[in-house]
């Protein structure tokens, strides 16, 4: 069995669903799957991030292949483990290279909440990492996000990046397939509170052992 461990980054950029836009618009809005950076976020337990897209209840659909497979039907209501979504800036890069782009993709493209640094391979986080945040040594934030698991790539945030660089064909395409085991995170708020730009990060790995029934 693995240990439980600390690991220490920082909070480059908070960002919630850009409000501008008609509700219709693919880009911006409430259908938008876009984020936009801002000051501070609140993390709020059993709901989600304010004012983003993705707070509140869920409905389920054709990604909950387990519920469809037991016979349970789409449109039932299920738990949000997608109440928050974190990306990091060197995992970002590695898919900007990967889709030999000329520069960072730009922050809200991939709808994410949080970018992080500084945590190695923030994608392999494993579920039950609890993120924790200070603003200093002596002050600490009350919000506590745990993770669920790996936000696993979609056309989607490809056509995003497609308008950042309208010069170079097919990135669309190309993004789910670069940011394989480098899209980020997903989970849900464990405690209410602020995070704001420029805290610092504290991840706290559980210990693992892997389950083998034989």
Known sequence: MKKAFELYGRV??????????????????????????????????????????????????????????????????IANHREFSAVSIEELADIAQAMQLPQSIPHGCLGENLVLSG??????????????????????RTAVLVVWAENVPCQGPGEAIQASFPDIPRLARAFPVAAIGRRGIVGSVYVSGHIHTGDTVVAKIPRQQIYDPA
């Open 12 to 77: 480059e950029a908070v960002l919630v669903t850009a409000p501008i836009g008609p509700i219709t618009s693919e880009t911006y809005g409430i259908g938008s799957l876009q984020t936009m950076s801002v000051p501070k976020i609140q993390a709020v337990r059993g709901y989600g991030i304010r004012g983003d897209r993705h707070v509140g209840a869920r409905l389920a659909d054709v990604r909950e292949k387990e519920l469809r497979s037991f016979g349970l039907p789409k449109g039932i209501e």
């Open 119 to 140: 945590v190695p391979q923030l994608t392999a986080l494993p579920t039950g990492t609890m993120l924790f945040f200070r603003k200093s040594e002596r002050e600490i």
